[in-house]
């Protein structure tokens, strides 16, 4: 069974400053789709970041850009200039492209950007 | 456009009580996910309907959870009769293809006394 493990509850960063989150799964797919969603405070999710694990490239969203390592199964975010705005929770997730479409979250990662 | 909106936002039952959580989805969405969230653990998987039909309820806990979606629009989720365990945050999001972006309802907090 696919699982996503998100290793760090908490986390904070000085604002301006950059701080990476950690991700890792367990898959045997090949082709598949990994995604950041957040969700602040007392608000709902949205999605940050998506990568294909067909394209090498890192997946970048302005100040949000993303270090996958398949080999590794290793999907770390990194926020670049942190603003008092991405205090949030941060979930990873895991999704095949075949069979059922089920999304697979990790617990999540809540990050307290300090001003 | 409207997002995916859910109903109630808060609801406090004693356990042995029914609750029925709705969900509209984003209009045209034809894919429609429960989640469920117990506080510090993973966001958990619970069904998927494409249109009215159920593609995937393989986390749906146990037969007190029923989920219906009336002609491929809104969905409702019962707990019939709640028990404590199910306390938690249950998430409803809708896709127009997948995978592709999930998009979230706000969420319906439940609290089983």
């Known amino acids: 069974a696919q699982t996503v493990t998100q290793s760090q509850p908490e986390m904070s960063v000085q604002e301006a400053e950059t701080v990476t989150l950690s991700c890792t799964y367990d898959?045997?797919?090949?082709?598949?789709?990994l995604f950041w969603y957040k969700q602040p405070p007392s608000r709902q999710m949205i999605l940050v970041i998506r990568?294909?694990?067909?394209?090498?490239q890192n997946a970048t969203e302005n100040r949000f850009s993303v270090n996958f390592q398949k080999a590794a199964k290793s999907f770390s975010l990194k926020i670049s200039d942190s603003q008092l705005g991405d205090t949030a929770m941060y979930f990873c997730a895991f999704i095949q492209d075949s069979g059922t479409y089920k999304y697979i979250f990790g617990t999540g990662t809540r990050l307290k950007v300090l001003a | 456009e409207a997002g995916v909106t859910q109903f109630p936002s808060h609801s406090v039952i004693e356990k042995g009580q029914t609750v029925t959580l709705r969900c509209d989805p984003i209009?045209?969405?034809?894919?429609l996910y429960w989640y469920r969230r117990v506080m510090g653990k993973e966001i958990k998987f619970l069904l998927h309907?494409?249109?009215?039909?159920?593609?995937?309820e393989s986390g749906m806990p146990n037969n007190r959870f029923l989920a219906e979606r009336t002609g491929g629009t809104y969905s409702t989720l019962k707990v019939q009769p709640a028990e404590l365990e199910d306390s938690g945050v249950y998430f409803c999001?809708?896709?127009?293809?997948?995978?592709?972006?999930?998009?979230f309802g706000e969420g319906s907090r439940l609290t089983v006394l």
């Open positions: 309907f494409v249109k009215e039909s159920k593609q995937d």
């Open positions: 999001a809708s896709s127009q293809a997948v995978p592709g972006e999930l998009f």
């Open positions: 990568q294909e694990a067909y394209k090498q």
């Open positions: 898959t045997s797919e090949s082709n598949y789709y």
């Open positions: 209009s045209g969405h034809d894919n």
